[in-house]
């Protein structure tokens, strides 16, 4: 089945052509959508990369540090901070199981 396109840009009929002849504008909305992700997917890493090199986290910044004493008291620090967000999620845990 011949499907007839109009380009957007010249106005030139193509038939089954994901590009059109005279111009070389892309017609294929299929095509047009995937390089649209694959370009989002591109900036969204990109973007998580600067972003993890821009700000890493405290733990990150110092785990390694020259000072055994910062990198202990980073390790306790980090220590602590994981035993609270385990008690909190046990706690929203049994809040949710309790009102179920």
Not at 9 to 38: D, P
């Amino acid at each position: 089945m011949a499907s007839h396109v109009k380009c957007p840009n010249c106005g030139v009929y193509n038939t089954n052509e994901e590009y059109c002849t005279q111009c070389n504008t892309l017609l294929s909305y299929k095509k047009r959508r995937e390089l649209a992700f694959a370009q989002d997917k591109k900036d969204r890493l990109e973007r998580e990369r600067l972003q993890n090199e821009a700000s890493p986290s405290f733990y990150e910044k110092y785990k390694d540090h020259k000072f055994l004493i910062v990198r202990v008291l980073v390790k306790i620090t980090h220590s602590i901070w994981l035993g609270f967000m385990a008690i909190g999620v046990f706690i929203a845990w049994l809040i949710t199981a309790i009102a179920a």
